[in-house]
């Protein structure tokens, strides 16, 4: 059975090691859900183009 994954968090909190639920990790990982991507170390959710 495959364990849940959760929500990356809103803000990276640049722990090295990189924690588990690290936004930046997730990005490198591509584990990123669909929708959302990282700038400037924060989650942010991916608008419409204007």
């Known amino acids: 059975m495959a364990k ?3 929500m990356p968090k809103s ?3 640049q722990d090295r090691p990189r924690c588990t639920r690290c936004p930046l990790r997730a990005l490198a990982e591509g584990t990123l859900p ?3 991507t ?3 170390r924060r ?7 204007a």
Request: one cysteine or more.
């Open 34 to 36: 669909p929708g959302y």
């Open 4 to 6: 849940s994954a959760k």
């Open 38 to 40: 990282v700038k400037k």
């Open 43 to 49: 989650l942010v959710k991916v608008g419409k183009a």
């Open 11 to 13: 803000k990276c909190c």
